[in-house]
């Protein structure tokens, strides 16, 4: 493999749900992420972290993000450069729209297929899904073996073409050998990522989608991205990345939101208390003549 | 044809307590359907694991027993499981959130092409009219879980593909024997007939795991905290009451990401769901996605500086307060109190 792994790094551009308005979901049941501030999901920060540190140990190794999702997605890729990536793919189409976890594995999939990586390394979930599905789903549609729950990769044999990685389960750490190509997601409980570097925030601050240059219309991004293709972050399509129009967005995806309710929280009569010592003395004194403790 | 199927967790010759659960959920929705139960369990010297789960009402026990089986590989447990499920046509399929189930359902629901909810709080039968087509459906299964970082939730159907898959975590459901569990039918699978050598392309070098030393889940008392306690220091507080309460000591998801309390230890939607006598609830503010996993406690107090938490809205007792003056108070007279 020539002292070198091509890696490709799935990342999202999430919602931060921590943060969430009124505003936040569409008649239909689909999440408007136009309402919401947007960041990079945590866990795709850990991923690209193990990415970083392949890269640290065979310096010839490329980076490349990849992720779906509006025009504003591309904020995840210059951010991923700005930490070392050596670039991304923006897969963004309307068709895309609505997906469930099988439709956009599928899409990913498909655009996977035509950059042809030796490793792949994803969040384990995403915050605003939590479902930790897209990484073994996207496995599946590529034919290649999945290691989950990574906490760290230990070791990697370029001759014999195997990769040993730390999972952190429930009850323990699991360490396998997977044969690549293959696909990694990585947990929480993995190092966090580094911070920015000042020299690739220099060299990538201009990084820009053609959407984002034409939206810009200022002459100076046409020229200096005609000069420094570097600096250009592609746009795919369904068109461009070969998939089947039946298989994507709302249309390919086999689970459909029935309902959405808000959080309303049946109210109890509850005993309202204070603080003083009165008070807990009362409820202590309570709890031990209903043998509730004690 | 077209029964419900439970994938059983295996380890050392005992069914995880999820399996059982889901069990024990799969009766219900069964009953309901008037179809019947089956369990597949895939691993190594698995004799008589039928008994366990036929007491928990497993109908009919598929069997793949071989040593390339144990412990879990997703590979090999997926191309079984596809097997199997391409053969008898389950309409429903659960699976343990765990991190086996975690791992393994969703490549299974790729390869078949059917939908998978992750993480349901609850499951349901229900009809559906599709608003666009008019197209009724009978008795789908609603999947039901919070969603979107806890701020809705949500009910998700799978229409058209088969089967319909959920994974719930453990403790979501409740585990109950039958009363009077009839023998389960065996089926051998012969499963090397699904393997391929690409199935073999992950290798287990080394494991280590250790017996769970938390245990939330069977407490009887909780004293859970949440971001409110300011720090890992903060929770010592909580230790010491859980401790002259003889109690275990929980915390929120905020919580565990902040550092204040282990993973092990968080209560909720993406943790564990606990049903102790006694929930007292310390600087959590109640988001769905914790009290999705305490609601069930037969008494919740809460403790908040903030009048307006939600938490208050499902508690018994809302002490509106400062945990650092009201937890030694309660220390105080417990001792003072008790015998």
Sequence with gaps: MNEALKIVVLAKQVPDTRNVGKDAMKADGTVNRAALPAIFNPEDLNALEQALRIKDRYPRSTITILTMGPFRAAEVIREAMFRGADGGVLLTDRKFAGADTLATSYTLACAIQKMNPDLIIAGRQAIDGDTAQVGPQVAEKLGLPQVTYAESIDAIDLQSGEITVRRRLERGIETVVMKLPGVITVNASAPECRPRNAKMVMKYKHARTVSEVQQQQEDYYMALHKERCYLCIPEWGAADVNAEEASLGLNGSPTKVKKIENIVFQTKEAKRLTGTDADIEGLVKELISSHTIG | ?339
């Design chain 2, 1 to 339: 044809m077209n029964n419900i199927f439970v994938y059983c967790e295996i380890e050392e010759g005992k069914v995880a307590d999820v399996s059982l659960e889901l069990l024990t959920k799969a009766r219900d929705l069964a009953s309901t359907l008037g179809c019947r139960v089956e369990a597949l369990a895939i691993g190594h010297n698995l004799q008589g694991i039928e008994k366990q789960l036929a007491t928990y009402g497993a109908e009919i026990v598929h069997v793949a027993d071989g040593e390339e089986l144990a412990p879990f590989r997703t590979l090999p447990h997926a191309a079984v499981v596809c097997g199997v499920f391409k053969e008898e046509k389950p309409q429903i399929a659960l699976f343990g959130a765990t991190c086996t189930g975690r791992d393994l359902a969703p490549r299974v629901s790729s390869a078949l092409h059917s939908g998978l909810t992750a993480d349901c709080t609850s499951l349901e039968i229900g009809d559906h009219k599709e608003a666009k087509t008019g197209k009724e459906y009978k008795d789908l299964l609603y999947q039901i879980r919070p969603a979107f970082g806890g701020n809705i939730i949500a009910t998700i159907i799978n229409p058209d593909c088969r089967p319909q898959m959920a994974t719930v975590r453990e403790g979501v459901m409740k585990m109950e024997p039958v009363a009077n569990p009839s023998p389960a039918e065996v089926k051998t699978v012969d499963y090397k007939k699904y393997l391929g050598d690409t199935d073999f392309a992950v290798k287990i070098v080394a494991r280590e795991m250790e017996e769970r030393k938390i245990n939330i889940k069977g407490a009887p008392i909780i004293v859970a905290g949440g971001y409110g306690m300011g720090s890992k220091e903060g929770f010592g507080l909580l230790y010491q009451l859980a401790e002259v309460l003889g109690a275990e000591v929980g915390a929120s998801r905020a919580a565990v990401d902040a550092g204040f309390a282990e993973h092990e230890r968080q209560i909720g939607q993406t943790g564990v769901t606990v049903r102790p006598k006694l929930y007292i609830a310390c600087g959590i503010s109640g988001q769905i996605q914790h009290t999705a996993g305490m609601d069930g406690s037969s008494m919740v107090i809460s403790i908040n500086t903030d009048p307006e938490a939600p938490i208050g809205k499902i508690a018994d007792y809302a002490i509106v307060g400062d945990v650092n003056t009201v937890i030694p108070k309660m220390i105080k007279y417990y001792k003072q109190n008790s015998k």
